[in-house]
């Protein structure tokens, strides 16, 4: 039977593993362009201008562009990378990541993603106006990375 003093020292210790468990991704950004601003939303958030971003937990409808001055707050008339790093609960139901044409946004520099802490070399890379690897329209779902690791996270990189 547990006393007080066990049941705080069982408590302590199950909250010990659960915070070194928990769930964290982080995204960082390879700029090569020598110009512009690697932009990092959620929702109404800017969550990074360039540096690594962490979060304690699921990222989800993230997006990502290089802010050349050009491009709208959701990065309309750029280059889009959409991102949700979530670890699986079920088959499917992971980390998907992929790069959008999808008008309002437009081809404004090559850009690329892989993850990295699982997954690797999964990712994809989107060179020119015509690349086959970005949705060019909804149904382009064939282009979506999917990664089914815990804890995964994302590179970015743009002018590859």
């Avoid at 039977?1 to 408590?11: E, H, Q």
């Avoid at 959008?100 to 989107?126: Q, R």
């Amino acid at each position: 039977m547990f006393n007080l003093k066990s049941l705080s020292l069982f408590a302590a210790t199950a909250a010990l593993v659960a915070s070194v468990r928990a769930e964290t991704h982080t995204v960082i950004f390879d700029n090569r362009c020598g110009f512009g601003t690697p932009t990092l939303i959620q929702g109404p958030n800017v969550l990074s201008t360039g540096g690594a971003f962490t979060i304690n937990g699921p990222l989800i409808s993230a997006i990502a562009y290089l802010q050349t001055g050009s491009c709208g707050f959701n990065g309309e008339g750029c280059t889009l990378i959409e991102t949700t790093l979530i670890n699986p609960t079920c088959p499917g139901c992971g980390s998907s990541t992929d790069i959008s044409l999808i008008p309002p946004h437009t081809f404004s520099v090559t850009s690329g993603f892989g993850y990295f802490n699982g997954c690797e070399p999964a990712g994809a890379d989107c060179t020119n106006p015509n690349c086959d690897t970005a949705f060019h329209n909804p149904g382009d779902t064939q282009v979506q990375v999917a990664c089914q690791a815990n804890d995964v996270n994302l590179a970015i990189t743009f002018c590859l």
